[in-house]
């Protein structure tokens, strides 16, 4: 009798939305964004760390336990989270699965790049960007689909918060669509500039404020280089004059080193994702930062 008690008023609490919707993202940008829409009606936590290499983590217990506790899994997909498919074998929870109502993989809505090159091979253990490229999120016009997905989502978990989550995004977007405007004035300059990535992170943000990146530093995204190909790279570098090279705050400094000692290009380290410096606190703030990063360094690399 007590047990259907506390079930009729736990139902009730859920159905009133009483309880913030517990959310577990695959990193700190879905994390963001889940934020930008759910407000105060959703508890989210972030499984990748900003600072890390989000192909290449090790969930641990106690993620395993939140996991558990969520109501809502959202992932960016693809290959780019092979970790989190071992951690759900682990787990095997039915609810973490294709189509269900607490699963969301944010890459459906996605037009990807680098996704015309099949690049899935069975002889390499580790690769990613089989599918296509999964940095996606680089490109701010992306958290439009991204949050329309996230909208939908949490209005099914949450059904009396639909206007709260819309009027969340709506006042998220109308502050990007300011931002954009910024962006691309400041970025103008810039247009047409040829860079060298170290990982391929970068072209969706690349595409959207034209850049054009013209070489990785991993041929194979998330194996390291032979030295062979450094060299060569290193000499077409130089050969076509190549000035900046975009790197990660967790790429191997000993290669950025080399690349621009022997090249002549300047490094500049571009924060991938939300929470990866204190100025990037935020969606936006992380663009915000990249560009101010780009425009300062650029201009002294020319
Ligand atoms: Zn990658």
Redesign the pocket.
């Known amino acids: 009798m007590l047990c259907a008690l506390l079930f009729l008023l736990l139902w009730i609490a859920v159905a009133w939305g009483a309880d913030p919707v517990s959310v577990v993202t695959t990193s700190t940008d879905l994390k963001a964004l889940v934020q930008a829409v759910g407000g105060e009606k959703v508890q989210v936590e972030s499984l990748a760390p900003p600072l890390h290499?989000?192909?290449a983590l090790e969930v641990k217990p106690g993620q395993l336990s939140k996991m558990k506790d969520a109501s809502l899994l959202v992932r960016i997909g693809l290959d780019?989270e092979p970790w989190l498919d071992r951690a759900l074998r682990t787990l095997s929870d039915r609810r973490f699965v294709r189509d269900s109502p607490n699963y969301l993989d944010t890459s459906k809505g996605i037009q990807l790049l680098q996704a015309e090159t099949p690049r899935v091979r069975a002889d390499k253990g580790a690769h990613?960007?089989g599918f296509g490229?999964?940095?996606y999120w680089l490109d701010p016009e992306n958290s439009k689909p991204i949050t329309a997905a996230i909208l939908e989502t949490l209005a099914r978990l949450a059904p009396g918060e639909r206007r709260y989550f819309e009027a969340n995004r709506k006042r998220f977007l109308d502050q990007l669509d300011e931002r954009l405007k910024i962006w691309f004035r400041a970025m103008a300059h810039l247009k047409g500039t040829r860079v060298v990535t170290v990982?391929?992170?970068w072209p969706y943000f690349a595409q959207r404020f034209g850049l054009v990146v013209v070489a990785v530093v991993e041929p194979t995204?998330?194996v390291p280089p032979s030295p062979s190909y450094l060299a060569s790279l290193i000499q077409k570098m130089r050969d076509a004059g190549i000035k900046l090279l975009i790197a990660e705050p967790y790429s191997n400094a000993s290669v950025v080193k080399q690349v621009t000692s022997q090249s002549g290009a300047t490094a500049i380290t571009l924060i991938p994702s939300v929470g990866g410096d204190s100025e990037a606190a935020d969606y936006l703030s992380l663009f915000e930062l990249n560009i101010k990063r780009l425009s300062s360094t650029a201009a002294a690399a020319r």
């Open positions: 290499d989000p192909h780019h990613v960007h490229n999964t940095h990982h391929e992170t995204p998330g």
